[in-house]
């Protein structure tokens, strides 16, 4: 076996340049595949991880009646008493936090059109709002106490022209159907790197959502974040009720999982295909060495080389050149993951709906598929190496001789 590898060795070596470029061409295959992999999975973690933190939680804990087909503020609708129940779901220990929140719809009208917003009562203190918290530009979070605070998002406050201290009046829909109408203070302008959301939610302290929606002591949800996403389902189990609803992120996101399952379907037959295509400069790179080495062969085994070790010769520069190709994959695909991953790319607001995506989507990179994806690599790539393989190994030595000698 080692005489075989330093032969293939000698062998690519006589045409430096040709060798280079074909496992420089194979590399480029498999780099664009490990940065198309750590692209998928971070859109679809950073998609997941959205979803999560702004929008369902792990887990909503809601009444029987409730719909998220529509923002009912109806007390049958609603969730009595959620500060109790909320804290019944805390003492669990996988919790990481439980807190009532109110959804309401509002109106503000600006300068030029009428804007249709979503006003999220919340419980400030709870670390379920840290993400708001955390992506606070100016001015200050809100309190419990606070009767005429409201946070707003970014685009809301640019596209307006609003700053902190400015007041906003808002009309807002009550339990009785009626349209009320309050001014409040902008305390804060946050971002959470999410426009699609940010610009159409304001945020409030849920005294004062319950108070002007006129749902004093209810609650639309309670929102449940955990420690271990993987312990969602065991958790909804526990917290499985006749009278309640308990559902899980996955029921909250069917179109994430649907893509989820899409990607997961079709990504390896992508793989397969690009990866046959640069396979395909190998293959054309020993085809063409095994035409300008017919004596050599022909020599070969007219000394006594079987067949088959002379197939098993070109399997290995075909493996050699494959290898060489997956160095400079992992090196070229690793280098653009690494920038991928530190600063992302910048998407905007796609207009999406059904699935929640941030401004900007940051690559990540599985172990398990960079093994995966040059393991794939090496395959194909042997696999292509049959055919110049045979070929060699098919040549009769006298004819391989003759065939040389015309040249």
Not at 34 to 42: C, D, E, K, P, Q
Not at 351 to 361: A, C, E, F, K, P
């Amino acid at each position: 076996m080692i005489q075989l590898i330093k032969m293939a060795y000698r062998d690519l070596g006589r045409n430096r340049r040709r060798s280079f470029f074909s496992a420089l061409a194979h590399g480029l295959g498999l780099a664009i595949l490990i940065f198309m992999a750590a692209f998928i999975n971070g859109e679809l973690r950073g998609a997941t991880d959205a979803s999560i933190r702004l929008s369902s939680g792990h887990i909503q804990v809601r009444a029987e009646g409730f719909s998220d087909d529509k923002t009912s503020l109806a007390w049958k609708d609603l969730l009595e008493d959620p500060n109790q129940l909320a804290s019944q779901v805390s003492t669990l220990e996988p919790v990481l936090a439980a807190t009532p929140r109110l959804f309401a719809s509002g109106v503000y009208n600006a300068k030029d059109e009428t804007l249709g917003i979503r006003i999220i009562g919340i419980e400030p203190d709870s670390e379920a709002n840290l993400p708001y918290r955390n992506g606070l530009l100016s001015g200050a979070f809100l309190t419990a106490d606070d009767r005429q605070g409201i946070l707003i998002g970014k685009p809301l406050a640019e596209k307006n022209g609003i700053q902190v201290g400015d007041s906003m009046a808002l009309l807002v829909s009550t339990s009785e159907g009626e349209i009320d109408e309050q001014p409040f203070t902008v305390r804060g302008i946050y971002t959470t790197e999410t426009s699609s959301l940010d610009e159409g939610t304001i945020l409030m302290p849920i005294s004062k959502a319950q108070a002007i929606t006129r749902t004093e002591n209810h609650a639309s949800i309670i929102f449940v974040l955990l420690k271990d996403t993987d312990q969602t389902d065991a958790v909804a189990e526990a917290l499985h009720s006749q009278n309640l609803q308990v559902v899980t992120w996955k029921d909250l996101n069917p179109l994430l999982m649907m893509m989820d399952d899409m990607v997961a379907s079709y990504i390896y037959i992508l793989y397969a295909i690009v990866l046959a295509i640069t396979s395909t400069v190998i293959v054309n790179t020993l085809i063409m060495t095994v035409y300008e080495r017919t004596r050599e062969i022909g020599i070969l085994a007219a000394l006594g080389m079987r067949s088959r070790r002379i197939m098993a010769l070109f399997l290995t520069e075909s493996s050699l050149l494959a290898i060489g190709g997956i160095v400079f994959g992992l090196i070229i695909g690793g280098t653009m993951t690494f920038f991928a991953t530190k600063y992302g790319f910048y998407i905007g607001d796609m207009g999406l709906t059904g699935i929640i995506m941030g401004d900007r989507v940051f690559a990540h990179m599985k172990a398990a598929d960079t093994i995966v994806l040059s393991l794939i690599s090496l395959g194909i790539t042997l696999l292509a190496g049959f055919l110049p393989a045979a070929m060699a190994a098919r040549m009769e030595p006298v004819a391989a001789l003759r065939g040389g000698d015309k040249k």
